[in-house]
């Protein structure tokens, strides 16, 4: 996930203008590695409606999008073969997945991951601090009904100034495997 120095992953209106204008032309992130290790993505409505303001469709995997509103229709043409909606909730998608042979889920948006958190289903977080202060908006992380102790991994810098942390989730103080 992408954030602000000060915490945000969008502007209150959802807006991402500011993460659109980070020179990182030349640099992956570590990105085509990470995308290589998952499975498909999860995403909530509102990042799909923002990704679908994007030029291109910018994932070669899977995606499951989350949404009580959504329907079939909602879905363009174009991505039809790309995209399955779901109203299950985290718990019940990730078994449904798994049935389906997933293994790993990038799981994306703000709220989404917090009740993926929520639901002690996250087993490690990527943080990737964008040098910008955007003074509010949209924060990643929300309230949460116990704490999230985590492992710290790595911390690798860029020569675009991005700066991405990897962390591991840990259950009842030890790693998850």
Do not use: C
């Amino acid at each position: 996930m992408a954030m602000s120095l000060d915490g945000y992953i969008a502007r209150a209106d959802g807006n991402l203008d500011w993460l659109m204008k980070q020179k990182t032309e030349g640099e992956d992130h570590g990105y085509d590695t990470f995308m290589a290790s998952v499975d498909g993505l999860i995403m909530g409505r509102g990042s799909f409606e923002k990704v679908l303001t994007f030029d291109d469709w910018p994932y070669q995997k899977p995606v499951v999008v989350m949404s009580q509103t959504l329907t079939d229709t909602d879905i363009p043409d174009g991505l039809r073969n790309k995209v399955a909606l779901s109203t299950l909730e985290p718990g019940e998608l990730m078994h449904e997945l798994g049935r389906k042979g997933w293994q790993r889920a990038y799981v994306d948006g703000g709220k989404i991951i917090q009740s993926f958190l929520r639901a002690g289903l996250i087993s490690d977080i990527t943080i990737t601090h964008i040098p910008i202060l955007i003074g509010e908006g949209l924060p990643f992380f929300g309230p949460l009904d116990r704490d999230v102790d985590l492992e710290h991994l790595e911390t690798r810098s860029f020569a675009s100034g991005l700066v991405s942390s990897q962390y591991r989730t840990r259950q009842d103080g030890k790693p998850t495997q």
